[in-house]
């Protein structure tokens, strides 16, 4: 839990800029502890942009990204883990030539006190364990998935960024993936995940946000959106920039 009683994280009025191009325009949102919270949008619409801001990785242009109350724009990346910051990027980004083990490891290097460790990693994936001295390189995708979420999991954040976990692999895949959520939540980490399979979003999140061109289109509870408006949000269909649900 946040030590003040507030939100986890806070983003007000985020503006970030590719060169001349703006990737978010004044996007604000709040994410509670132990929520999930699922960021939907087209590719281009800024949701990976998004979380490189949040994580430290890109530099943004003006606004306020408050984790715990305390406006982390200033830090660097490193420093935004040992906070408790850790994202799960798109594409893996394995080191192909490392064990699984080894790869876990990495992920330890400015690792949070916590109860998550490499065991408790071999628990929420139990075909790890054979497979610790197998290189990355040698893994399926969805497997490849599984190591790039235990390396985060291993610096025991408070805030878990997942960056379309779901892309290129197969249905089944994902779900045995998104099957872990609950086990995360109990063990006190909130999540704000960035997916483009709307449905598999709505499945787990408890708040749903979708951006449209660096813009916020819509965004509330799952129970709350409708599939015509959220249909609307998505591609700009009728919709006016920046006006939430």
Same mark, same amino acid.
């Given at each position: 839990?946040?030590?003040?009683?507030?939100?986890?994280?806070?983003?007000?009025?985020?503006?970030?800029?590719?060169?001349?191009?703006?990737?978010?325009?004044?996007?604000?949102?709040?994410?509670?502890?132990?929520?999930?919270?699922?960021?939907?949008?087209?590719?281009?619409?800024?949701?990976?942009?998004?979380? *490189? #801001?949040?994580?430290?990785?890109?530099?943004?242009?003006?606004?306020?990204?408050?984790?715990?109350?305390?406006?982390?724009? #200033?830090?660097?990346?490193?420093?935004?883990?040992?906070?408790?910051?850790?994202?799960?990027?798109?594409?893996?980004?394995?080191?192909?030539?490392?064990?699984?083990?080894?790869?876990?490891?990495?992920?330890?290097?400015?690792?949070?006190?916590?109860?998550?460790?490499?065991? *408790?990693?071999?628990?929420?994936?139990?075909?790890?364990?054979e497979?610790?001295?197998?290189?990355?390189?040698?893994?399926?995708?969805?497997?490849?998935?599984?190591?790039?979420?235990?390396?985060?999991?291993?610096?025991?954040?408070?805030?878990?960024?997942?960056?379309?976990?779901?892309?290129?692999?197969?249905?089944?895949?994902?779900?045995?993936?998104y099957?872990?959520?609950?086990?995360l939540?109990?063990?006190?980490?909130?999540v704000?995940?960035?997916e483009?399979?709307v449905?598999?979003?709505?499945?787990?999140?408890?708040?749903?946000?979708?951006?449209?061109?660096?813009?916020?289109?819509?965004?509330?509870?799952?129970?709350?959106?409708?599939?015509?408006?959220?249909?609307?949000?998505?591609?700009?269909?009728?919709?006016?920039?920046?006006?939430?649900?």
């Amino acid at each position: 839990m946040t030590t003040g009683g507030g939100p986890l994280l806070e983003v007000r009025g985020l503006t970030v800029h590719h060169g001349q191009l703006r990737a978010l325009d004044e996007v604000s949102l709040t994410v509670g502890a132990g929520e999930v919270y699922a960021m939907i949008g087209a590719n281009g619409a800024g949701k990976t942009t998004l979380l *490189r #801001a949040i994580s430290g990785l890109k530099a943004s242009t003006s606004g306020a990204i408050l984790f715990d109350g305390t406006d982390v724009r #200033a830090l660097r990346t490193e420093r935004r883990v040992a906070a408790g910051i850790v994202m799960v990027p798109e594409g893996r980004r394995l080191f192909p030539s490392l064990t699984v083990e080894e790869n876990l490891q990495v992920g330890a290097a400015y690792a949070r006190p916590g109860a998550w460790n490499i065991d *408790r990693v071999y628990e929420l994936f139990s075909w790890m364990p054979e497979r610790r001295k197998q290189l990355a390189a040698q893994l399926s995708g969805g497997e490849q998935q599984a190591v790039a979420i235990g390396r985060a999991l291993v610096a025991n954040p408070r805030l878990l960024l997942l960056d379309e976990v779901s892309l290129g692999l197969a249905p089944v895949i994902v779900r045995r993936i998104y099957d872990t959520l609950p086990d995360l939540l109990a063990s006190g980490v909130t999540v704000l995940l960035v997916e483009q399979d709307v449905s598999q979003a709505l499945r787990v999140a408890s708040h749903v946000h979708c951006l449209l061109e660096g813009r916020t289109t819509l965004q509330g509870e799952p129970a709350q959106l409708t599939a015509a408006g959220i249909e609307d949000a998505y591609f700009g269909l009728n919709a006016t920039p920046g006006a939430p649900a």
